[in-house]
């Protein structure tokens, strides 16, 4: 019923009543947003298992009256917290494994002290993982065992594997793991060797602050919170829209600083020398050769990814020494592909297809 | 329903999200030069002892009023957070301990499910 002119009036005078009441939604919500907290994430019944320094493994309470052979340690990323695995319930990944029949541990990281400036990647690679393995492996009574790496927390699931590679990993799933670290354009540049005097910078903060790990991860999209915040006023009215844009901007915000030696690893072999994709990466005078990895790899990148673009990602799977090994390229970015409703539809149920499999 | 080309919602969300785009895209451009990794690392070495500085200098302000600083609070937080696990550990212990069958949730020592789970068959997969 479109007028000659194109205007349909009956819906233009809705659309304004509808406009009017979002208006005083936006008031009302406006005022409990900045009044009331966020809602509580990472809320998934868990025992800690052990917390050592920067270091704390958790089991998660199984809810499944069967559960696989095969127990999952999941690697966090040292930037970030864990819970951005376990958000709410029913946009819990966490939870996702355990109604699925999966026995879940998971490494995850505390800001370290400044007297932990110290660490080395050889304290994650060579000690934090095994001694963790070693726990899961204790606490479960199962000698094979299963590793989830989340970004970085992948790049240490590989090192880990690539050395210890006679050792308990059973299987290997890195979600958006960088490995050609040139390929990271930005990072790339802002680390650059000739205007980035890291000795410098790690001999004055002794600790990598959060506050400049944070801010290098917005400079890769400077316009995206201002504009994110524009979007989050529009829509201020949907509870929804709101708990996501809460929960996500928490964890966003919620960086970890670096141990100074560990980030001065990082960046001298990975983003100067990009060791890791030379295959001529050492952890504690120990070789690291991707090639060296046979157990069964599933490798997660995202399409928009603008934190580890496909690019720096994609050489994995062509690297790695096994026989069975997939990538799946998902739509989404870095963070949506395994949280948020993408992941709910599209990462989780594939992880579960091909994990199950190999669990037993 | 209104043509969503006349909505001027639509128009509005649309516009921002190709500002933001256009912005990112820009200014990405201009941070993949070598002026620019120069300038930046200037100013954030710079501004990197100054914050530590600060930060030292705030420590001793609130020590001084005896009061705790952000870093503290957190290590605080931190250190509960460990409390309460050992606590559930305990808990779990002592619930095995008196047999408790009517503990409200599993832990520790409690029977875990058996680890017999097969995948579904490919029918079976959702």
Redesign the interface.
């Known amino acids: 019923m479109n007028a000659p002119t ?3 009036f009956a ?2 005078s809705e ?1 304004v009543q509808s ?1 009017v009441q979002r208006a005083i939604q936006r008031s009302i919500k406006g005022v409990e947003y900045f009044s009331s907290s966020g809602p509580s994430l990472g809320s998934t ?1 868990k ?2 298992l052990a ?1 050592r320094g920067t270091m704390n493994l958790y089991h998660y ?2 809810i ?6 095969v127990p999952i340690l999941i690697v966090m990323a040292t930037t970030n917290r864990g819970y951005i695995l376990d958000m709410v319930p029913g946009q819990s990944f966490i939870e996702f494994l355990l109604k699925r ?1 999966y ?1 879940v541990y998971m490494l995850d990281w ?2 370290p ?1 400044p007297e932990e400036k110290s660490l080395r990647m050889e304290d994650y690679v060579l000690d934090f993982i095994p001694d963790c393995i070693r726990r899961v492996q204790q606490d ?1 009574g ?1 000698k094979d065992v299963s590793i989830i790496g989340y970004c970085f927390g992948g790049v240490l699931s590989l090192l880990y594997g690539s050395i210890f590679h006679d050792g308990p990993m059973k299987n290997l799933i890195c979600f958006t793991t960088p490995i050609d670290f040139r390929e990271m ?2 990072f790339s ?2 680390s ?1 060797r ?4 890291v000795d ?2 790690i001999d ?2 002794g600790n990598m ?1 959060p ?2 790990i944070l801010q290098s991860f917005e ?6 919170r ?2 994110s915040q ?2 989050l006023w ?1 829509n201020i009215w949907n509870d929804e829209y709101v708990k996501a844009y809460r929960m996500m901007d928490r964890w966003g915000t919620d960086t970890l600083p670096l141990a100074g030696e560990y980030f001065r690893a990082i960046t001298k072999d990975l983003m100067w020398d990009n060791k890791l994709y030379n295959d001529t990466m050492t952890v504690g005078g120990r070789e690291a050769k991707l090639a060296d990895i046979k157990v069964p790899i599933l490798h997660a990148v995202a399409e928009h990814d603008h934190i580890v673009p496909y690019d720096a990602a994609k050489h994995l799977i062509a690297k790695i020494g096994s026989s069975d090994k997939e990538e799946v390229v998902l739509k989404g970015g870095h963070v949506s592909v395994v949280a948020g409703a993408n992941a709910i539809k599209r990462l989780w ?1 594939k992880l579960d ?1 091909w994990l ?2 190999r ?2 | ?3 969503k080309g ?2 001027p ?1 639509v128009i ?2 649309t516009m ?2 190709e ?6 895209s820009f ?2 451009q201009a ?4 002026e ?3 300038v ?3 100013v ?2 710079a501004t ?2 100054a ?2 500085q600060l930060g030292e200098l705030m420590e001793k302000y609130l020590l001084a009023m005896n009061l705790p600083s952000r870093a503290q609070m ?2 605080m937080a ?1 250190r509960i ?2 409390i309460e ?2 606590l ?2 305990i808990k ?1 212990l002592l619930q095995q301990v008196h047999h408790n069958s009517l503990a409200p ?4 020592g409690t029977p ?9 068959s490919e029918g079976e ?2």
């Open positions: 194109g205007l349909d819906s233009i659309r406009e019944p025992d800690i917390v309470r199984p499944a009256d069967e559960i696989y052979r029949g026995d505390t800001a002290k479960s199962e354009k930005l540049n802002f650059d000739r205007y980035f005097d410098r910078l004055t903060t602050p506050e400049l400079m890769l999209r400077p316009g995206s201002v504009a524009v979007q529009d149920p297809s199950g499999k669990s037993t | 329903m209104a043509d006349n909505d919602a509005w969300q921002i999200g500002m933001e785009k256009g912005f990112n200014a990405n941070m993949t030069s070598p620019f990794s120069k930046m690392n200037q954030g070495g990197a002892g914050q530590k957190v290590g931190e957070q460990a696990g050992q559930n550990e779990a949730e599993s832990g520790y875990r499910p058996p680890r017999t789970k097969r995948p579904p997969q959702k």
